[in-house]
Structures are given as structure tokens and as C-alpha cells.
């Protein structure tokens, strides 16, 4: 299992499972997380991304950071008003230098984000 940072813990995400990889990470909304627009703020919905991936990253060193994020690139596809959101994440390729990890963000079956990052290795 992983361990939740104290950003993590502040924004309210709550680990699910992380394994060998893999990583699956829960948001609930909350109006601390809104925009302007009264809704989920994207820097809250990159910082579940992120946190995801490195969770992912980190279970490959058996849950010691050791990978930092070089690059994230996000496809935000639709808004989100309320509820719940789960992250997954998975390592794509695990290099020496680098890795490359992949994420979706569903809210129940809609997809709401996709993502690809690269990750340095300390």
C-alpha cells in the first residue's frame, strides 16, 4: 500500500490499491476543490493525476520515492460538478533514467481525464 502525502491528504485523496505498477487513487468532491465556475478546479484534477502516477512509479521500489515528474500532459475531456472520481495509473515503460506513465480519470463510466507523463529516476 502506498503512502499519502500531506498535499494528498489536504486535497482529500484516498489510496485504493497500489501494486507492482499500478496505482488507483479516489477524489471526492468537495466545494474547497471548486473553481469559479463552481466546478472541479483543474489543478485539483492534475494534482489526483499526478499523485496517481507517482504511486504507480513509487510500488516499483516497493513504495519508495524514488521518481520525480519531467513532464505531464493532460486531455481534460469533460467537467465535473460533483461526486466521485477514481484515478488509475500504470507504468509504461520502467527505464534506468526514465519512466513513462499512463492515466485515465473515470467518474462512474465517463472518462473526465487522460494523461501521459514522463517520470525521472533519482
Keep these: 500500500m502506498g503512502k499519502s502525502?500531506?498535499?494528498?491528504?489536504?486535497?482529500?485523496?484516498?489510496?485504493?490499491?497500489?501494486?507492482?505498477?499500478?496505482?488507483?487513487?479516489?477524489?471526492?468532491?468537495?466545494d474547497g476543490l471548486r473553481n469559479l465556475h463552481g466546478k472541479l478546479h483543474g489543478g485539483a484534477l492534475f494534482s489526483l493525476i499526478d499523485t496517481t502516477m507517482g504511486q504507480a512509479s513509487h510500488s516499483l521500489n516497493d513504495g519508495v520515492p524514488n521518481t520525480v515528474t519531467l513532464e505531464c500532459k493532460v486531455n481534460y475531456i469533460r467537467s465535473v460538478s460533483d461526486g466521485e472520481l477514481v484515478c488509475r495509473a500504470w507504468v509504461v515503460h520502467a527505464g534506468r533514467r526514465t519512466q513513462v506513465i499512463e492515466a485515465d480519470v473515470h467518474q462512474n463510466d465517463k472518462l473526465v481525464a487522460k494523461a501521459q507523463a514522463t517520470f525521472a529516476c533519482l
Design 5 to 30: 502525502s500531506a498535499f494528498g491528504r489536504l486535497l482529500g485523496l484516498e489510496i485504493i490499491t497500489v501494486e507492482k505498477g499500478e496505482a488507483l487513487l479516489r477524489l471526492n468532491m468537495h
